[in-house]
């Protein structure tokens, strides 16, 4: 099941509060499940040679509930949705932004020049609703001839995350905008998470950004024998309205991934070979599980959510591979994915960090 998500503690400026009370009561779920259940994220943001620290609250269903500046300085709150929050200084030079959509949470800088983005920053979020934060630090520069450089820092993962750092890597062909990207790649349980870090200076204007972007599909691949994998497994969603649902499986003795039941919602479930698709009735939401025999004799369980964006009539455009209806797909008795419950591990033994699951959303493989 998904863990409880600590929320941003802070005072709220004027500017924050005013966009909390602004946003529609009840409104749709906008990410999925592995960006709503971090609960949000923190950056500090090199501006202007000090530090802006952003504070962003995810609710439970993805919904952007918070965006604190620290210090608040001159900005302006000048949007807020559900999904975007975006503040303007006085002189209209600068904007930071925030977007929660799909698969997907960022924090974005715009100022007019690398110099004001240059600087030392950290990012921060508990990536997998564990209840503990992972950290990574970065630097941006200038290498001289006003392009970006970037280096990754310190990266600190939560227990039972494994975490991998992302090289930057410059890109400054003649004609195109100078840019620099790298980040960390979270490993946990079988699910990928991928922190992207990237500045990029407009070659006409000279004007920089700064993005900071966290993604990850609700998908996961764990291996193990049929013995390691055999036992209770709960994928947990939301459907558009907020509404909690669960379908649960399991991985039979045979080389099979086998539908068990749902709650939450109605739910109709279709056996195909060596797994099952099962869809809650009338949405887009639902899992898609199956079986996969490897060369070395272990099994690969993969396990892929999906849903589209929410619109305002609480359907789903499934083509987009987002939403809301994404979820985490854990055992039950309190083990970790990958195991029958008692604790043992194997989420991550595939060791590619591929999120891949395969699979396709009418169920044929």
């Keep these: 099941m998904r863990p409880t998500v600590p929320r941003v503690a802070g005072i709220l400026t004027t500017a924050a509060l005013a966009g ?6 009840g409104a749709a779920a906008t990410t999925n499940e592995p960006i709503a259940q971090t609960g949000g994220m923190t950056a500090t943001l090199p501006l202007f040679g000090t530090t802006l620290t952003v504070d962003v609250a995810l609710d439970p269903t993805g919904n952007i509930s918070g965006v604190v500046l620290t210090p608040p300085g001159d900005f302006t709150q000048t949007t807020t949705e559900a999904t975007k929050v975006k503040f303007e200084n006085t002189a209209g030079t600068t904007t930071v932004s925030v977007k929660a959509k799909g698969s997907t949470m960022s924090i974005k800088a715009s100022s007019g020049a ?8 950290s990012w921060g979020a508990d990536v997998f609703g564990t209840g503990a934060k992972s950290t990574v630090a970065y630097t941006i520069g200038d290498d001289g001839t006003a392009k970006p450089t970037l280096a990754i820092g310190a990266i600190s993962a939560a227990a039972g995350i494994i975490a991998t750092p992302v090289a930057p ?12 990207s790298g980040g960390a790649t979270f490993a946990f349980e079988g699910y990928v998470k991928r922190l992207s ?6 070659r006409e204007s000279g004007k920089a950004r700064l993005q900071i972007t966290l993604s990850g599909k609700d998908r996961q691949r764990t291996t193990g024998t049929l013995a390691e994998l055999a036992g209770p497994r709960t994928w947990s969603a939301h459907l558009c309205d907020g509404t909690a649902v669960t379908v ?9 991934a086998v539908y068990d039941s749902a709650t939450g919602a109605p739910a109709t479930a279709k056996k195909y070979d060596h797994g099952f698709q099962a869809d809650f009735d009338g949405t887009n939401v639902g899992v898609k599980v199956a079986l996969k025999a490897n060369e070395d004799g272990t099994y690969t369980v993969m396990a892929s959510g999906f849903s589209g964006s929410c619109g305002k009539d609480g359907s789903h455009d499934d083509s987009k591979g987002s939403g809301s209806g994404s ?4 055992p039950s008795g309190g083990g970790s994915s990958g195991s029958n419950g008692s604790g043992g591990s194997h989420g991550s033994s595939n060791g590619s960090g591929d999120d891949r699951s395969g699979g396709s959303r009418d169920g044929r493989g």
């Design 20 to 25: 909390l009370l602004a946003l529609p009561a």
């Design 114 to 121: 690398l110099a004001d983005v240059s600087g030392t920053g």
């Design 327 to 330: 979820g985490s797909t854990r």
């Design 248 to 256: 649960t499986y399991h991985v039979g003795p045979g080389g099979s």
């Design 197 to 202: 870090i990237s500045v990029s200076v407009d």
């Design 169 to 180: 890597k410059s890109h400054s062909d003649e004609g195109e905008d100078a840019s620099v």
